[in-house]
Every structure is written in C-alpha cells, then in structure tokens.
C-alpha cells in the first residue's frame, strides 16, 4: 500500500532544494509528523525540510492575528454586552453563557463564510419581528426586549471585531475572514510555493486563498478522493471536490488532480453488530489480540464517538505495548474533576452558611482530599458527623474542631471570598497536592491532571482580573464545568510507531493498512441534524451557509476516504444505542454495500463480547487455632441469642462480626432508621418501668406513664437520633408513630390490669448470664443477653421480648425441635425467648409456671404472643405453651449442638444463600 503522502511526493518531484524552500500545508499537526517520515524515505540526500504547517497556523500567518480562545472571546463578548444593555435588563454571566456562546459560533459560520454581516443581521431580525408580529395586539416587554436584543446582534458583532482586532487577536472564524482580505499582501511579500495535501471541504475564506494562490501560480493543491466516488452524481464523498472543479476558474484550463484510483483494490470487509458500547470495545481488544506486533504497526483504531477513548484503554489486550493516541481526552473524564467537583457542590445552591452532610462527606472521602487534609483530621471530621447524627453542619463547627488545618479552613470559606480569591485558593491545593504526589515514575498521570487544571484556573484567572465578569461561586462553577466540556488532555507519544488510535478528524491525511472503525451508527456518522445555532434553516440557504447536507458530506468523505488504501477494515455498529436513532446503522455501510467490487469480500455478522461464565461459590472459612482462640474468648463473655441466630442464618456473617470484629459503619441517619425507632421505644419503657421493679402495676402508675409520653420519647430521640432533625417530615411523622406505639402499649397494659387479679413487674432490660456445660468441648461456656421485661401475671412468670416490627402467632411456634436451628426466618424468634427462658430460669429458679413470648408493636391487637410447642403442623395442633423442665431438655440438647459446631475446630465456616 502506497500512502496518499506517499504519492504526494512522488507527483511533486525529486529537486529536494526546491522542496526546502517551499511550504506544506496540512489539515492538521499530526499529519505533518507522517510527512516527515516519508520525506526521509523519499529524499535519500541530506536537505533542509520545508516548512510544514497545519491550515490553522498558515491562516494566522497570512493573516497576522492570533486565535484566542472561545473563554477568552466568551468574556470580551460578556464585556461588550454589558456595554450596550441597560444594567437593569443585563443577565449575569452564567445566564449569558449559554446563548453567548451559540451566537459566537454563528459569528463564527459568518465570517468564515465571508457573509455580509450588517445585511445578514438585517435580515435575521427582520425574521424575528414577523415570527412575533400580532395583527391585534401589542407585543409584551418580553418580546420587545427580544426584539431589541435582535435589531442590537449587528452592534454586538462589529464591536466585537473591533475590539478583537486592536488587540491583534480573532475567534476562528475572524482569523479567516482577516486571511482572506489579506492574502494579496501575503503572496507579494512571501514568495514560497505552497503545497496544499488532503483538503476536503473548505469554507469561503479558505476558498478565496487557495484560488488567488492557485492563480498566481504560487500553490499546488492535492486532492485526496478516489475517481469512483469524484465521478459519481449521487455520492456524497466527493461533493466540495466536484464542487471546486466545476467553479474553480483555475479548472478550467488545467485538469482535477485526482490522486487516488484505489477503493476498487482487493479488500477485505467485517461488518460487526454489537449491542451497547463497552460490547464495541471490548471487539475492538478481541480483534487487536489477534494482531501481530508488526500488524499492530500498521492498524487505526478509529473512534466514531469519542467517548469510548476510556473503555477502550482498559480493554487493550496485553500483546498492545506501544500506543499512539493522537486524539485528547476530555478534562470532564479525569479522576481530578471529582475532587473539585466536591468543592463546588458543597455551595452550590447553597442558601445558609450550613454544608449538607452527604456533600461534606464525599468531599471529604475523595482520594485527592486525603491526601491533601491531614487524615488523622479528615476520620475526626468524618467519626463527628457520623456519631452525632449530624444533617447539616456550620462552618464555624468545622474550624471550631480543626482550628490547625489550613486548607480545610480555606475551603469552608470559598462562599466569603471573590472569584479572585477561590483561584487563589485552588491553585494553592494543587501545589500542595504536587507536593504529595510529585514523583514522576509513580504519578506521571497525576502530575499532567495537576498541571493542566492549574492551566485551567490561570485563564480563569486572568480573564477573571481583566474583565470582572463571575460574580458568584455559582456562576464561577458553571463556567469551570464548560471549560472542562470542552478542553482536553492531549496525550504524549511516539506519533508513527505502534497502534494507531484517533477519531475521525485526525485520520485526515493519514492512510492505514488495517482500519478498525466504531460507533457506525446514525447520529454518530454521519451526526446528523445540529441546533446549535440562532440562524434558521431558509436564511442558511440564503447565504450559502452550510446546512446539515454539507455536514453530512464532510462525515460521508472521511468515512469512505479511510477505506479507500486499507485492504483489512473491520466496521463495528451498536445495535442498542440510547436516543432516538437507537439500533440504526449508518447509512454509509448502506451505501457501501452498493460499492462493492469484484476486489472486495464483505462479511456482516452479529456478535456479541466474550463473557466469561462464572460461578459464585459459596465462601468456606477453615478454622485454625488462632479462631479457636477467639471463638473461646466469646463463649467466656457468652453467646448472646442475636448472635447464635446470626450462625443459623449465615456463619459467614458470624465470622466476620464476632470473630474478626468487621462491624458496620456508623452512617448518619437522615430518616429515623427502624432499629433507631425500637431502640427509642425501649428505652422509653425502661425508663417507664424500671423504678416499678419488684412492684404491682397499677393504673395510676400507667396514667403517670401516659402523661409523661412526649417528654420521655423527645428525650429518647435526642440521646439517640442526637442531632437529626425530628420536626418536619418523614422524621416529625416517625416521632409521632413512636409517642402512638407507646401510648398504644400503655392502652393494652392498663386493659391486662382490669382484666388481671394482680400484675407484679419483676425485672426490666435484666442481665442475664448462665453457663452451660457443651458435650466434647473443654472450656468454659457461657450464654449471655438481656431481657426486656419479666413480670408475673395472676401467678404466671412472663419473659418478653419487645419487637416493634411485626410478629405473628405462628412465628414462635414449632413442632420438631430439630428445625429450631437450621431455619432463621421461621425460628429465630423461638430460638431468641427461649436462651432468655432458660438464663432467666437457672438464676432466678422460678417455682410458679413460666410463660416466654413476644409483644409486637405492629400487631398489639394480638397481645402477649406465647412461645408454643404444637403436636403437629396445620389446623387441630395442640399446643403447649407452659415452658417446663422437658421443654429446657429439648432446647438445650439443639443449643449444645448449635455451640459445638461452632466451636468445633474441624467444622468450617460455610456461606448459606441468604
């Protein structure tokens, strides 16, 4: 395969001296690199390299100015702007932005298309009045003051090139329109040839200059398109290039140069349907790795969305060692846009000098927050919103508790400072954080993300002196989020060694042996209709502006011209895209189905990604001596009834918590969690019950409870819920269910005096701890836990359980004894009354008939709901509900089993599927 640079040379001639003095344009930098190489492949004696240009560089040569950026154009525009319009109608500088810059792109399309601007917005404001105009009405303020932001358009144009122009700069379009005013003076005080390689659609001003060129004899321009698409009606490829021979008058005496005849060659073509993205790239490393190194050399992977530069990195078979990447990757994609995006949620649509927890929280657990706050300071931080139950907290909190940590302090007091000063502020993080990070064989990546933000806040800096525009940290964080949509960081590498991977744009030029194409979709390639622009479709028409049409021939050129030297091309669509369009394929691989040669072999088949099959399985945990060890120090303290429940469900959890301590982080509750609201119910009737141990319940100590209810249950919520906030919403309707549960309960007990003889409270949240002695296990074994309550009724001992979930009848009873280890879900709460029974039991040698149960706040209607030992499932069981000696036999021997396969050395913890 012979390159089209290749061939450019070959037509231009072997006399090196005159190549030296001459001038290579290019549409872009990067294919001035390939030009290098070929020209040491093709001129064998020593020479002087010509000087080789992109297009953007040579315009700004002929025309003198240098482009400034759309931020700094945004800015002088906002400055301009604020000039003309009364200060009362003035919009502030995030409002301005967004319409700002889609005028600026229209004053872009208008000077590059050489329009007259004053008729241009003559007319377009003319537009705007008869889209507006009533026959019987007046028109509001509104649309007079649109109306007159349309008759000023004009006003903010010129004024904006004046003052662009004295100070020697220009946005694009500008840049073009001063080139081609000024191309005559151009040629007469520069005497070089130019070579023109590559172009394709070109803008009136870039027209004018090539043509004026052309004609006096100082350019040779060098089109690339294949003579199937150039002598095709209805191709789309090769439109501007027709175009130009048939209204160039420079072709009318000297013939088209057409330099490429090769789409017809032998190729071959893989047409791939994937389903989503990822599926795209993770075809795109299955084909690579496949590749050869010396294949590799010679292959383009070419993103038709440019989103999918990340996926693919991480998708690049190892055989890949060399990349070139010659696109840049959006500075919104980068690790670093999180950390100061933290910083800037933390105000943002902030009304109080209060920061919301979940913002402070992710600020603070940010990779680039660690590393620059003290970490000792940030766990503080972190450890006193969480044990506090914090919602929201102060800025004056926050110093109060780190006084010594500057940078914290900094930025808990960006709402105080001007725009000025935050830039300050963060350009003093990002030196600090290169002090941390500043090793270049480790944090290479880190130290190009630190430099290019403090690029990023310089400008913004420096426009922001000048022009006083951002008048809030609101505004200053909408600009810095379009800055990052539309910078990039652009990679380093060795531009002509390994593989290649660019997107659509940077193949101009450029011609590759094996291409690899994704994302050939509608609405991708071609992209489709654009709205970004003021100007309607029939005034485009009008003054031959370019229209979706034309964009749609500038994809159709660049799709077709990269196949047309490749001889393998594998052409990958998604089947499932989001959008409007989703599942289309392009209509260019319609069109290329039309193409096909005798040369050519094309093969369509659907795909999908390799996944590998894997199997979740169950995780096991052998027991060493060092479990053991720790297995012994729990049965010393005693098992607790959550916790042998907690085996039965799931060993794995019972390892984690109670032997290696892993517990749940505190997290802050913004809602009342419902084990919170149980433990607030507790509590409240500890507190109720606990002065009436050893006493008879009566109704006058019931009453003195109920009239007591808001203070005690408020008291709870505050010991509990701390600093959350109980007075509006889910949380002031939760505070009311907890006053209804036990206003509820005190109901209930006032109907069991009335209907009982005699109520004796014994014990309230008692201590229990018994130790049992385990067949086969030689040390000391205790079970511990506390009781809600046990009091005695009518001469029956009560122990009960509070649960303010709901609990049915049939959720404490059983039949097999067997089950009441091996099922959490139905036996759990037998399990859990019954330790408390038996504990209760061997300390305090009840003599009178022993009751256990449960009392349910979400079924109290049930009232005391007794454990019961049934004969039998379904209807006709008798049950037993007197806890006797017989019953403790039966329950101890399960529970002995229970202790001595967890304590057995040789039985493994083994993962259940909860």
């Known amino acids: 395969m012979q390159s089209f640079i290749s061939k450019c040379l070959v037509k231009i001639g072997a006399d090196s001296s005159a190549i030296s003095e001459s001038v290579f344009v290019l549409p872009s930098k990067r294919a001035g690199v390939f030009l290098k190489k070929e020209f040491s492949k093709y001129y064998q004696a020593t020479f002087f390299l010509p000087k080789i240009i992109s297009i953007e560089e040579f315009i700004e040569d002929v025309s003198g100015l240098t482009t400034c950026s759309n931020l700094e154009t945004l800015f002088t525009f906002y400055n301009i702007y604020g000039s003309i319009i009364p200060d009362e109608l003035k919009e502030s500088f995030e409002s301005f932005s967004k319409w700002g810059q889609i005028l600026l792109h229209d004053f872009n399309e208008i000077d590059r298309y050489g329009i007259d601007a004053k008729d241009f917005f003559s007319n377009l404001s003319n537009i705007k009045q008869i889209e507006n105009w009533s026959p019987s009405e007046e028109p509001t303020t509104l649309i007079k003051n649109y109306l007159d932001f349309w008759r000023n358009s004009y006003q903010y144009y010129d004024k904006l090139q004046s003052e662009l122009l004295q100070n020697g700069v220009g946005y694009q379009g500008l840049v073009y329109r001063e080139a081609s005013d000024h191309i005559e003076h151009y040629i007469q005080s520069n005497q070089a040839h130019h070579y023109f390689l590559g172009f394709n659609a070109l803008n009136t001003s870039e027209e004018i200059i090539f043509q004026e060129l052309l004609q006096q004899d100082r350019a040779t321009v060098l089109f690339d398109t294949d003579q199937l698409f150039f002598e095709s009606k209805t191709n789309s490829a090769s439109h501007f290039l027709r175009k130009y021979n048939k209204e160039w008058n420079y072709y009318d005496n000297t013939n088209f140069s057409i330099v490429s005849n090769e789409f017809s060659s032998k190729k071959n073509i893989d047409v791939v349907a994937l389903p989503k993205n990822i599926g795209q ?80 929280l992710t600020f603070l657990n940010n990779n680039y927050t660690r590393l620059l706050l003290n970490r000792e300071d940030v766990n503080t931080l972190i450890y006193h919103i969480q044990h506090y139950n914090i919602i929201s907290i102060t800025k004056q909190e926050i110093i109060e508790l780190l006084p010594d940590n500057f940078f914290l302090k900094q930025i808990v007091s960006l709402s105080k400072k001007t725009t000025v000063d935050c830039i300050v502020v963060f350009k003093a993080v990002i030196l600090e954080l290169k002090r941390q990070v500043d090793d270049p064989s480790t944090n290479q990546l880190d130290l190009e993300y630190l430099y290019r933000f403090n690029e990023v806040f310089n400008v913004l800096g420096v426009l922001q002196e000048k022009y006083k525009s951002i008048k809030s940290l609101e505004e200053f964080y ?67 502006l370019p229209t979706y049409y034309e964009k749609d021939a500038v994809y159709a050129y660049h799709f077709f011209r990269l196949l047309q030297r490749a001889e393998n091309i594998s052409l990958i669509y998604n089947t499932e895209p989001d959008g409007l369009n989703a599942g289309e394929k392009s209509r260019f691989l319609l069109q290329l189905e039309s193409l ?57 959890d019972f390892y984690q918590q109670k032997v290696l301590r892993i517990y749940e982080e505190d997290a802050v509750e913004e809602t009342v969690a ?240 909860v």
């Open 281 to 360: 790239v993770k075809k795109v490393g299955e084909l690579l790795s496949k590749l050869s190194a010396l294949e590799l050399k010679e292959t383009a992977v070419v993103l038709g969305d440019e989103s999918l530069l990340l996926p693919l990195l991480n998708s690049l078979p190892k055989n890949v060692t060399d990349i070139n990447i010659t696109m840049g990757m959006s500075l919104k994609d980068i690790p670093l846009v999180s950390f100061f995006d933290s910083i800037f949620q933390l105000y943002y649509k902030q009304s109080s000098d209060r920061f919301y927890y979940k913002k402070l």
């Open 478 to 544: 909408q600009i810095y989020k379009e800055i990052l949509s539309i910078d990039t960081l652009d990679f380093k590498g060795e531009p002509v060694h390994g593989l290649q991977i660019m997107g659509m744009l940077e193949s101009r030029v450029l011609d590759f042996k094996r291409v690899i194409l994704t994302s050939v979709n509608e609405g991708i390639l071609p992209s489709g209709k654009s709205h970004n622009s003021f100007i309607p479709f029939d005034l485009k028409i009008a003054f031959k």
């Open 596 to 652: 096909v040669s005798e040369n050519h072999t094309i093969n369509y088949y659907t795909s999908s990604p390799k996944i590998p099959s894997t199997t979740q399985e169950l995780q096991v945990i052998q027991k060493d001596e060092k479990v053991l060890e720790r297995l012994k120090e729990i049965a010393a303290k005693g098992f607790s009834p959550s916790a042998l429940t907690q085996y039965v469900r799931n060993p794995i």
């Open 674 to 913: 419902a084990n919170t609201l149980g433990t607030i119910v507790h509590n409240t009737l500890e507190n109720f019950y606990k002065p009436l141990e050893n006493q008879i319940l009566t109704k006058e100590a019931i009453k003195f409870m109920q009239q007591n209810i808001d203070g005690e249950v408020s008291k709870q919520f505050q010991l509990e819920f701390k600093k959350g906030d109980i007075t509006k919403g889910k949380n002031l309707i939760i505070f009311n269910i907890a006053k209804r549960y036990v206003a509820n309960f005190l109901k209930q007990e006032l109907k069991l005096i009335i209907e009982s003889n005699e109520v004796i409270i014994r014990h309230i949240e008692s201590d229990l701890r018994t130790e049992i002695k385990v067949p086969g296990l030689e040390f000391p074994i205790f079970i511990a836990g506390k009781v809600d309550r046990i009091d005695e009724v009518d001469g029956t001992i009560r122990i009960i359980d509070y649960k303010t979930g709901k609990v049915d009848q049939s959720k404490v009873e059983i039949v097999n004894w067997e089950d009441i280890t091996t099922d959490y879900t139905k036996y759990s709460k037998p399990f859990q009354i019954l330790m408390y029974a038996y504990m209760i039991q061997s300390q305090k040698q009840f003599t009178k008939p022993l009751e256990a149960g449960i009392i349910s706040f979400k079924n109290l209607s049930a009232g005391f709901l007794k454990f019961a030992k049934k004969d039998k499932t379904g209807r006709g069981a008798k049950k037993d509900t007197v806890i006797t000696q017989e019953t403790f036999d039966d329950f101890l021997i399960e529970l002995h089993q229970l202790v001595h396969e967890i304590c057995n050395i040789n039985i493994d913890f083994t993962e259940k599927e």
